[in-house]
């Protein structure tokens, strides 16, 4: 078996510029925020996020310059917070170029990517300015009840990245609780890279194996980072790290320096 | 000082949309629809079943998260219902009630969530409208809620349609409109806040409404103070609703 376990560092470097990368988690909850960070500290450019909900990790993004095209349902903060800062400061400034969506629309075109059909049928949308700016497309029921339904292209990112709570050397990936858009996200991707908070066995996994949402031989390289979805939750192990959420938001470039030095990943160890 | 803080009257007036036996489901960055649903738990003696983005069936936390995606929402919870599952289970019109928000809304309860000024050229970029495309047109009931009450919020023509669908009622710091979206009506001022009168929300207003049927909303029961009192420990709702600090006393 090839050695799947790398450093952080490595994971982020095996995401070449230009990539389009789908994060999972939602909002403050269970993203993959410190390989998100190593992004932007290894100084990633012209990257696409795809996320129904993301908030923390493309305003980062962005206001590391890293990002420039964007698939996103709903951005915010949240938890209080509001509106993502940088993010919409970069898309009113025409740095980042978004296809605005739906939740549902992502979910949709990932499922069509999952299931290698070219594009894949959603509900509703209709009355909606989406359908129009989006250019999607109708179709009439071919079996007859007449019934028109949007259509959306598969989409499927370059790479997906989610944070687990425990992961085997197999890259056997256990997450407790919601499983967000995770599921179809990495049956969607090209590649599919994890982070855990804890590295477990593969006999402990077995032992509840509806617990892992991805199994190993669709993972190709894994970090174990503790406390790796900071600021954010991770259930059932951390909550929403407030402070630091509201201290990530102050303005300039020392901020932004002063929250990547300070993130559990770069206290934990030497970095290279 | 007024019978009803901004944020309670908007929490109260959510809750009273729920009615006996729905599925009731409310969102990422909804804080206000989440202490409704867990409101109205604690103080009405129906049954519903009450959904959250965070995948917890019928949680009722202790306090409010400050996070209307917060796990706390899937503590206790003896299933999680995931995104996808609630997603179908709306488009396939078995979610009764949905929550949503918009920062434009116009009189046929459709919203902007988009971009304030052209899409590709925004003035302001708005967070966008989740999964409401989906879910306005295909739910039977929509709800939905403005902490802004303003010409600016309440529009009669939208700059960009987010969502359209079937939304019954909309609830602001004021006032509580209602329409049928059966007959594709305009809202009408259903009740609204005792001291605040219904020219005066027509002041404030930027569509027109019909307010033969304006009534004063009911005063908050017993159950429902001691409810909210119960949750909101710790001042978040406040927190939702800054804005009409400026229209105060306007």
Not at chain 2, 117 to 137: D, F, I, T, Y
Request: glycine share 8%; charged share 20%; hydrophobic share 45%.
């Amino acid at each position: 078996m090839t050695e799947k376990i790398v450093s952080l560092a490595e994971l982020a470097r095996s995401i070449p510029d230009g990539a389009s990368i789908g994060f999972g988690g939602s909002f403050l909850h269970r993203g993959p925020f410190a390989l998100v960070r190593e992004l932007a500290r290894r100084g990633a450019r012209d990257l696409e996020v795809i996320k129904a909900s993301p908030g923390y990790d493309i305003d980062l993004l962005a206001r590391a310059h890293a990002v420039s095209r964007a698939k996103t349902g709903i951005v915010a903060i949240e938890g209080g917070f509001g509106l993502a800062p940088a993010y919409r400061r970069a898309i009113e400034d025409g740095d980042l170029k978004l296809e605005e969506h739906s939740c549902m629309t992502i979910a949709a075109g990932l499922r069509a990517a999952a299931a290698g059909v070219p594009f894949a049928p959603v509900a509703g949308v209709f009355g909606s300015d989406l359908l129009e700016l989006n250019k999607w497309k109708t179709v009439v029921d071919p079996y007859g009840t007449g019934k028109e339904t949007v259509v959306v292209p598969a989409i499927a990112p370059d790479v997906a990245v989610i944070h687990a709570n425990e992961v085997d050397a197999r890259g056997n990936a256990r997450v407790y609780g919601s499983p967000h858009w995770d599921h179809p996200l990495t049956r969607a991707a090209k590649r599919v890279l994890v982070t855990a908070e804890r590295l477990v066995s593969t006999e402990h996994l077995a032992q509840q194996p509806e617990l892992t949402l991805v199994p190993g031989f669709m993972v190709e390289a894994l970090a174990i980072v503790p406390r790796g979805a900071w600021p954010g939750s991770l259930h059932p192990d951390y909550e929403v790290d407030y402070q630091a959420v509201a201290a990530y938001l102050e303005p300039g470039d020392e901020a932004l320096a002063r929250h990547l030095a300070g993130a559990p990943e770069a206290q934990a160890f030497v970095r290279a | 000082m007024p019978e009803w803080r901004d944020a309670e009257y908007v929490v109260v007036n959510l809750a009273r949309a729920i009615q006996p036996n729905e599925v009731v489901f409310s969102g990422v960055n909804s804080v206000l629809p989440m202490a409704a649903c867990i409101l109205a738990k604690r103080a009405y003696d129906f049954p519903f079943t009450y959904l959250s983005v965070a995948g917890g069936v019928d949680v009722v936390p202790e306090r409010l998260p400050r996070s209307s995606t917060d796990p706390a929402l899937l503590a206790g919870s003896a299933a999680i219902f995931s995104n996808e599952d609630f997603y179908d289970l709306a488009t396939r019109g078995k979610l009764d009630l949905i929550y949503l928000g918009a920062a434009q809304i116009d009189a046929f309860g459709r919203t902007n969530v988009s971009a304030i000024g052209e899409w590709a050229h925004p003035k302001v970029r708005l967070p966008g409208g989740g999964g409401a495309a989906v879910m306005m047109p295909t739910a039977p009931r929509i709800a939905l809620w403005r902490t802004e009450h303003s010409p600016r919020t309440l529009v009669e023509k939208l700059e960009f349609i987010t969502a359209a669908g079937n939304t019954v009622v909309l609830v602001t710091p004021y006032a509580v409109f209602e329409r049928d979206p059966a007959k594709n009506e305009r809202f009408h001022l259903a009740t609204h806040r005792p001291d605040v009168t219904p020219a005066e929300i027509a002041a404030r207003t930027g569509f027109a409404f019909d307010a033969a049927r304006a009534a004063p909303t009911p005063t908050m029961s017993k159950r429902e103070r001691a409810a909210l009192d119960a949750i909101d420990a710790f001042d978040l709702l406040d927190n939702e609703t800054p804005k009409n600090e400026t229209l105060r006393g306007a």
